[in-house]
């Protein structure tokens, strides 16, 4: 089984904001994968889906975004998860808006959600996808750019790239972290082969897209 770990603040006042995109990933993954209707566990929403042959739990923490990694680590203890099962995705205000990077391992980078999973499984050492949102523009606090809205221009030009990583994250299940890496964190363009693209099921429910905190 692999783990995919969507960071996010729950609750309609988050819904839309910048720090969000990781739940928007993950409701675009269990209605393309046909995942079913999200169970609460784990501190979390979960739902199942298969993956190019492989199951794939998609989590979202809804503990607020900087104590997230109760969640995760109680969902990778309970299956019994390798690290190198999991992929967290989160937003970053560090990367041009719309933006894909894709690492193996590494720090927090001031992700609050993934400083938090970082200390509660004790390891760096797991694959991340990080989608940009910034710059933060001046002087705006950090903090209260990434839990404000996405604007109307900010949403035509994240749109495709939530797509896209949603499409990525189909390919770190099949291939791996590196062959994403090679793929997507220089903004290439190449998608998969068309073959190991699901087939969307119109009839799958989504699982609620909630945000991060303070």
Not at 28 to 42: N, V
Request: aromatic share 6%.
């Amino acid at each position: 089984m692999k783990l995919v770990v969507g960071l996010g603040n729950p609750g309609r006042k988050y819904e839309g904001t910048r720090h969000n995109v990781g739940f928007a990933i993950l409701a675009i993954l269990a209605r393309q994968w046909g995942a079913g209707k999200p169970c609460k566990q784990f501190d979390g929403e979960s739902a199942e889906a298969e993956m190019h042959g492989q199951r794939v739990l998609l989590l979202a923490p809804q503990t607020f975004m900087n104590r997230s990694g109760a969640s995760v680590q109680k969902a990778r203890d309970f299956y019994k998860l390798e690290i190198s099962d999991l992929l967290v995705i989160c937003d970053d205000f560090n990367l041009p808006l719309a933006r894909l990077r894709f690492r193996a391992q590494g720090s927090a980078g001031g992700q609050k959600g993934m400083e938090d999973v970082i200390r509660c499984l004790g390891s760096e050492e797991f694959a991340r996808l990080r989608i940009g949102i910034g710059p933060v523009p001046q002087p705006i606090d950090p903090a209260d750019f990434v839990l404000g809205k996405l604007t109307r221009q900010e949403q035509a030009i994240l749109e495709p790239a939530i797509e896209l990583a949603a499409e990525a994250v189909g390919v770190w299940v099949r291939d791996g972290i590196e062959t994403c890496m090679n793929r997507y964190n220089a903004g290439a363009k190449e998608k998969p082969p068309a073959e190991n693209k699901p087939v969307e099921k119109k009839t799958a429910d989504k699982p609620q897209e909630r945000p991060e905190t303070d």
